[in-house]
């Protein structure tokens, strides 16, 4: 996977996790307010929520990182010799 690749697929997962995050935004607001957000649904939403952070984070990991050092990590480095005639 190229660098644009990994651009676009990091574009991707923001686009998922924002959309995840408004849906079950209303989902909560549904379900607190008539005090039904309890077992297996509060703790699924914390695993969700929980899975959404560490996509975001990573995202911002990947961001984070200059223009060069993304360069070297997708480019393997190849070791030139030079020899100078004596």
Same mark, same amino acid.
């Given at each position: 996977? =190229?660098?644009?690749?990994?651009? *676009?697929?990091? /574009? &991707? #997962?923001? &686009?998922?996790?924002? +959309?995840?995050?408004? +849906? =079950?935004?209303?989902?909560?607001?549904?379900? $607190? =307010?008539? &005090? /039904?957000?309890? *077992?297996g649904l509060r703790d699924a939403l914390i695993k969700l929520y929980a899975? #959404? %952070?560490?996509? %975001?984070? &990573?995202? +911002?990991?990947?961001? *984070?990182?200059?223009?060069?050092?993304? /360069?070297?990590?997708?480019?393997? %480095? $190849?070791?030139?010799? %030079?020899?100078?005639?004596?």
């Amino acid at each position: 996977m =190229n660098d644009s690749q990994k651009f *676009g697929a990091v /574009l &991707e #997962v923001l &686009e998922l996790a924002a +959309h995840v995050i408004a +849906h =079950n935004a209303v989902v909560e607001q549904i379900y $607190v =307010n008539r &005090e /039904l957000l309890v *077992g297996g649904l509060r703790d699924a939403l914390i695993k969700l929520y929980a899975r #959404v %952070l560490q996509c %975001l984070i &990573e995202a +911002h990991d990947y961001y *984070g990182k200059t223009t060069l050092s993304k /360069l070297f990590r997708s480019t393997p %480095l $190849v070791l030139v010799t %030079l020899k100078v005639r004596t």
